[in-house]
């Protein structure tokens, strides 16, 4: 569950942050990209400020990675996505959670490496990403590796409807919530941001 999804049982002071990373989804459904980025990251540092809980810095960052891949901005998207993996390799006795969090890292990893061309690179983190999970818990990624196994060609199409069919976006247009959205009242100036540059909020 996300926090927006649980957000009738969030305080108050987080309803701020809540709400214009609502707004960025919005943005992003309509397809601003840009503007979606730069509410995700006010929200992101909002909610760092308030020392909120770390399901907020994890699901910010998982929308900031869906607009850099739905952008085409593959290479910023990867490096955000393996400095976020490395800090969850690190934990000792990941929970369930971190091992799921982990795992889903992996393979966004994968997905981007395969858009890239980097194949080999790709089957590691696959393989990794359903070690991780336990198998038929990442059903996206074990449809790819049988794909990558039998040698298909997987043209950018093809990844487009298997992400799709799987839910792989966390930004979809039935998650959003216009409420939320409606209750920030933050101007976001597009020149506040540098382009591409990403913090990366702890996911432990």
Not at 40 to 59: I, K, V
Not at 85 to 113: F, I, K, Y
Request: hydrophobic share 35%; proline share 7%.
């Amino acid at each position: 569950m996300s926090p927006v999804e649980s957000s009738t049982r969030t305080s108050n002071r987080h309803l701020a942050h809540l709400s214009i990373v609502e707004r960025g989804k919005l943005a992003a459904v309509a397809g601003d990209h840009d503007m979606a980025l730069e509410c995700y990251r006010t929200g992101l540092r909002m909610a760092q400020s308030l020392s909120a809980p770390g399901p907020f810095a994890r699901h910010y960052t998982d929308c900031i990675l869906d607009s850099l891949e739905r952008a085409g901005r593959l290479e910023p998207a990867l490096s955000l996505c393996e400095s976020a993996g490395r800090e969850l390799s690190e934990v000792p006795s990941p929970n369930p959670l971190q091992r799921r969090d982990h795992a889903t890292l992996l393979l966004r990893q994968a997905l981007l490496l395969l858009r890239l061309g980097r194949e080999r690179d790709a089957d590691l983190r696959l393989a990794e990403s359903i070690a991780i999970a336990r198998p038929g818990r990442l059903p996206l990624a074990e449809e790819i590796q049988g794909w990558r196994a039998r040698a298909l060609t997987l043209t950018p199409e093809r990844l487009d409807e298997a992400q799709a069919r799987h839910g792989y976006y966390t930004v979809r247009r039935d998650t959003l919530r216009p409420d939320l959205a409606r209750m920030s009242e933050t101007h976001v100036d597009r020149r506040s941001f540098p382009r591409h540059q990403e913090v990366t909020p702890p996911r432990s």
